[in-house]
């Protein structure tokens, strides 16, 4: 098998939540030096020691998540849940990009894979805190997109929705007719996808197959997003 990250060291934020098992597995067995973190980024001080302490890296792969919320209107939704979507997945987003892009652009090579959501392109009723915080993350890499590509590294998000995993889509709610019916209704492509396959479309952001893609947020949501 070509091993397409060989040699590469790869940064996996939250890496035992959402998609960080799947890519943490593909991305070994393509010949990575995969670093697992696990930690919570949103501590004072926790994004900048994690990176002094793991030293340089040819990928980082941005995996910040957080609940939903599903179904709480305007009006529901109170400062406590606002300031949790944006604490979780846009404000150390920002600290990892600061942190780990000036030795990027030292070698002027590097890759970073921001794993995002469709809801921050296509608005969602019921999720104001949540798809404005997914929605903040695309503003973020377009524009940072734009400042990395000058010194040849290139900053993508996967923005998904309708794959496959524990935390947004259990058992328990994927096996009901309920979600059957959501499935044909706004999904053309009439499935979930699998971990595995959005694993892929992270590992070919991650490697050098992608140098021309610069400061995107690409749909990965079967047509839900066209």
């Known amino acids: ?29 393509h010949g990575a030096e995969v670093i697992a973190d696990t930690r919570d980024l949103t501590q004072a001080g ?13 990928v980082l792969v941005a995996n910040l998540a957080a ?24 404000h150390p987003l920002h600290r990892l990009f600061r942190s780990v892009l000036p030795q990027m652009y030292q070698r002027e090579h590097g890759k970073i894979v921001v794993i995002g959501s469709a809801t921050g392109l296509k608005a969602l009723e019921g999720v104001v ?24 590294v290139q900053i993508n998000l996967i923005a998904q929705n309708f794959v496959e995993n524990p935390a947004y889509f ?18 053309p492509l009439g499935r979930l996808a699998t971990a595995q396959e959005d694993a892929l479309f992270a590992l070919f952001l991650a490697s050098d197959e992608s140098d021309f893609f610069v400061g995107q947020a690409i749909p990965f949501s079967g047509g839900w997003v066209q």
């Open 170 to 187: 259990p058992p328990e709610f994927t096996e009901t007719d309920a979600f059957k019916q959501l499935l044909a209704t706004h999904v």
């Open 67 to 90: 609940s939903a919320h599903l179904g709480l209107s305007v009006t529901e939704t109170d400062d406590a849940t606002w300031a949790q979507a944006f604490d979780v997945m846009v």
């Open 129 to 152: 805190a949540y798809g404005a915080a997914r929605h903040a993350q695309v503003g973020y890499v377009r524009a940072a997109g734009i400042e990395a590509a000058r010194h040849n």
């Open 1 to 29: 098998m070509h091993k397409r990250l060989d040699g590469k060291r790869v940064l996996i934020t939250q890496a035992n939540d959402y998609m960080g098992p799947a890519i943490s597995e593909l991305f070994s067995e």
């Open 46 to 58: 926790a994004v900048e020691s994690l990176i002094e302490a793991v030293g340089d890296i040819d």
